[in-house]
């Protein structure tokens, strides 16, 4: 097995490692001003960047998925973490909320803004958005609420602001920077399920261990960088597909198991499912289109995984839990919708959900209070529903059988190169993988801009600029321009 380490990415990976060390420092060893320093020279230093763009906006995204179990406090405005900033009352915003203003402005966003070019579905979306805004605001909604509107649509520009910042070889090198923090967030997961404690409460001195005598079903739900772990799995087999002659095939195939490893680890269900489908696509389709040697090293990270198992008891402890969580599929089959009782989903969460959308079923509640004070992120379909009703519901079909319409018809476009057709049937899949994510697990459709959905249309935003420059996909040919 070869696997080709370019020189320059391995120096910016430890550019990465010191400014995610330096970040936890300033965020938990110093003062809550010094942190707010620190975050005001990244701010700065990403703003009048031009070649780095790649960079800042990948250090962003480990902030926001929690590297190592760190930088969640800030989000609930605590002294620790990331800065959170107070301008009037019901008016807050912190280090993403600028960054991403720093994305729209510096790509001049408005400048490619052009709606006309717009696929059709997402046309029909925004007009959507623009008048459940309005009905929201008859409803009710404070002025928190309506902060939280500005910051969806900031997030959402990304789409656009990503295409600019970054040219095809600033996306691969942040493609290159994502698979080569996979190995770090698997061994930081192992190495808190053996010690009983997180990095971050080591760092803060906290005593608390896990208790495996009384770990529930499925043991601790340890995971960490879990969106970007999703988009390195997408983008390993995406790009392992499309054989792309500036990424090693062995490592993407060390890429994916990694990622699969960890979330295998989190005995997380619906992840679970989600991953395995994916994989499972991979597997059999790899069998058909190659009968190639390659997969044998199929066998490499199980093996180490399996050493591993051997030397750290406790691992195989959390290894039985989460396959004997993931074995209650068994009770849905048969008619047991609470899966043993394990799916509070279905038995807590989801009916409070239901019963508030059915009194507003045709539009849902849009933006307004109510919406905002009854929605649950764990119940994806049930909350998306509150949000737009059934008629919002069915734009947001209409958009993911739009793309799925396209994806096939540029396959068309290459019938003599069949490494892109089948990278392009590998994006069709991961759809339908994510899918099953936002059905299961959490939501991922939707206007509510929460923390998973900020991960989820960052990491979303970067695939749909890779793809656009991978297939010199033109806006006025194609008709897709987010």
């Known amino acids: ?129 623009i008048m459940l805004y309005v009905l929201s605001v008859s409803i009710g909604m404070s002025l928190d609420k309506h902060t939280t509107m500005m910051r969806i649509i900031f997030f959402f520009s990304s789409f656009l602001s990503f295409q600019v910042l970054m040219d095809e070889k600033q996306l691969e090198k942040l493609v290159a920077l994502a698979h080569n923090f996979m190995p770090i967030v698997l061994l930081l997961q192992i190495f808190t399920l053996v010690m009983g404690k997180s990095p971050y409460n080591m760092v803060m001195g906290s005593d608390h261990v896990f208790d495996w005598d009384n770990a529930g079903l499925g043991g601790y739900r340890v995971i960490y960088s879990g969106f970007l772990n999703l988009f390195s799995y997408i983008t390993s087999i995406f790009l392992y597909r499309l054989k792309d002659k500036n990424f090693s095939q062995d490592k993407l195939l060390l890429v994916m198991l990694t990622c699969y490893m960890s979330i295998l680890l989190t005995a997380t269900r619906g992840w679970i499912i ?41 691992l195989q402890t959390q290894i039985e839990l989460s396959f004997n969580r993931f074995l209650t599929i068994r009770d849905i089959a048969g008619g047991d919708l609470t899966a043993g009782g394990t799916l509070s989903r279905l038995t807590d969460r989801s009916a409070p959900v239901m019963d508030k959308f059915m009194e507003s079923p045709i539009i849902g509640f849009g933006f307004s209070n109510q919406y905002f004070d009854n929605a649950d992120q764990h119940v994806g379909n049930q909350s998306l529903l509150l949000n737009v009703g059934v008629v919002g519901f069915i734009f947001f079909i ?85």
């Not at 489908?277 to 180490?304: D, G, H, T």
């Open 1 to 129: 097995m070869r696997i080709k380490i370019k020189e320059d990415n391995v120096l910016i990976f430890i550019q990465m490692l010191i400014m995610i060390v330096a970040a936890i420092f300033f965020s938990y060893k110093t003062s809550p001003i010094i942190n707010k320093f620190f975050f005001a020279i990244c701010t700065a230093l990403f703003l009048f960047t031009k070649k780095n763009n790649y960079f800042w906006i990948f250090f962003t995204l480990l902030l926001l998925d929690q590297f190592g179990g760190f930088f969640r406090q800030g989000y609930y405005e605590s002294d620790f973490g990331i800065p959170r900033f107070r301008l009037i009352s019901g008016f807050t915003f912190d280090y993403y909320d600028i960054f991403i203003i720093i994305c729209f402005v510096k790509a001049q966003t408005w400048r490619h803004l052009n709606i006309a070019k717009f696929i059709g579905s997402i046309k029909v979306l925004i007009f959507y958005f």
């Open 274 to 314: 989600s991953y395995s489908f994916l994989m499972l696509y991979f597997f059999f389709s790899e069998l058909r289109l190659r009968s190639s040697n390659k997969l044998r090293y199929l066998l490499v990270v199980p093996i180490f995984f399996i050493i591993l198992l051997q030397m750290f008891p406790i």
């Open 398 to 482: 209409m958009l993911i059988l739009e793309i799925l319409y396209i994806l096939s018809k540029t396959q068309r476009r290459y019938y003599y190169e069949p490494d892109k057709r089948s990278a392009l049937n590998a994006l069709k899949v991961s759809i339908v993988s994510i899918l099953l994510i936002h059905s299961s697990s959490t939501q991922l459709l939707g206007f509510h801009v929460l923390q998973h959905q900020k991960k989820f249309i960052l990491i979303t935003a970067i695939i749909v600029a890779l793809i656009l420059k991978k297939f010199r996909i033109n806006q006025k040919q194609q008709q897709i321009n987010i």
